[in-house]
């Protein structure tokens, strides 16, 4: 098994740029989510969905969408790209709720100039 | 008070020392609390649950005192791979089961 894979690995943006970080699990997680990892902030969770389908948001939602197509798949798309943005993004699964064991991939560093 | 409070050091110990992080919490309705590992620019991963009566993984002991509002985790016997940052979780209230709650981390080193 892969786990959970996370692409790209390192990104630059512009201001203004949109682009969709990837996130894919095949241990059939039925939840996903996101996160972002900043210093002095910790783990702040943006969205998260409890099966394909459904999507919720987070504690930090602005400037990004999710969507769940499938059981595997759980893109994060940012919009319009700002430098607040800038930050270490995290998408996690586990099986069957959120309350669990969170399998990580690997991060996509982003920077927003 | 953060909802989930932790010193965040570094604790700088010499290898074979016993170290000890204490993790407090506001919400003394928390369920679920856990301690996770996180190396230096990866990805975190989870140590150990914390269970009410206490358990130990190992080198790893991890307690849960509910009338304090904190856990805590202890590291016997440390060893120079031990050094990373470790965040403790806390799960959020009933009926919010998605909510999982995070600390900022420990960082600690362990030094030859």
């Known amino acids: 098994n892969a786990g959970v894979t996370q692409t790209p690995k390192f990104q630059v943006l512009k201001t203004g740029q949109s682009m969709t970080l990837q996130c894919a699990q095949d241990?059939?997680?039925?939840?996903m989510s996101w996160y972002r990892q900043d210093p002095g902030m910790g783990l702040r969770l943006i969205h998260y969905?409890?099966?394909?389908?459904?999507?919720d948001q987070g504690e930090v939602p602005n400037g990004y969408n999710v969507s769940r197509s499938t059981t595997e798949d759980f893109p994060l798309r940012l919009l319009s790209a700002a430098p607040s943005q800038t930050s270490v993004y995290f998408c996690?699964?586990?099986?069957?709720?959120?309350?669990?064991?969170?399998?990580f991939g690997p991060g996509t560093r982003l920077t927003v100039l | 008070r953060k909802e989930v409070e932790q010193d965040p050091g570094p604790f700088n110990v010499p290898e074979g020392a016993t170290v000890a992080f204490n993790c407090t919490y506001s919400n003394s309705a928390s369920q679920s609390f856990f301690w996770y590992r996180q190396d230096c620019r990866k990805e975190p991963k989870l140590l150990m649950s914390?269970?009410?009566?206490?358990n130990e993984d190992g080198r790893f002991t991890a307690q849960l005192n509910r009338a304090s509002q904190y856990i805590s985790l202890l590291i016997r016997d440390s060893k120079l791979s031990d050094s990373a940052t470790y965040l403790c979780?806390?799960?959020?209230?009933?009926?919010?089961?998605?909510?999982?709650?995070w600390g900022l981390g420990t960082s600690l080193a362990v030094n030859p």
């Open positions: 996690a699964s586990s099986y069957p709720r959120g309350g669990n064991e969170q399998f």
């Open positions: 914390v269970y009410s009566s206490g």
């Open positions: 241990m059939n997680h039925e939840y």
């Open positions: 979780v806390v799960k959020g209230i009933a009926g919010n089961n998605r909510k999982l709650i």
């Open positions: 969905s409890v099966g394909a389908g459904i999507t």
